[in-house]
């Protein structure tokens, strides 16, 4: 958690710095709030083996999805 903190903080600009890491707290928080609330009914359902699966199984896809768009920025600001 520190080292996004950090990251975030040195790559915003000043005025945003405010709601950017607002917004890392928030969703930290709102991630610890609802874990529960979403994996005790689905460990439930189904087992917690296959709730670890899926749980890994989002992490990798949100993973992908974020660094194909990362390298879309990257290679979009640059001129042909």
Same mark, same amino acid.
């Given at each position: 958690?520190?080292?996004?903190?950090?990251? =975030?903080? %040195? $790559? !915003?600009?000043?005025? /945003?710095? @405010?709601?950017?890491?607002?917004?890392? *707290?928030?969703?930290?928080?709102?991630?610890?709030?609802?874990?529960?609330?979403?994996?005790?009914?689905?460990?439930?359902? =189904?087992? %917690? $083996? !296959?709730?670890?699966? /899926?749980? @890994?199984?989002?992490?990798?896809?949100? *993973?992908?999805?974020?660094?194909?768009?990362?390298?879309?920025?990257?290679?979009?600001?640059?001129?042909?």
């Amino acid at each position: 958690m520190p080292n996004i903190n950090v990251c =975030l903080t %040195l $790559s !915003t600009p000043v005025a /945003l710095r @405010g709601r950017i890491l607002g917004g890392l *707290t928030t969703s930290f928080f709102l991630g610890q709030f609802t874990s529960p609330l979403v994996s005790q009914p689905l460990s439930t359902w =189904l087992s %917690l $083996s !296959t709730t670890y699966r /899926l749980a @890994g199984g989002l992490m990798l896809a949100v *993973t992908a999805l974020t660094l194909s768009v990362m390298i879309r920025w990257k290679y979009s600001d640059q001129e042909p």
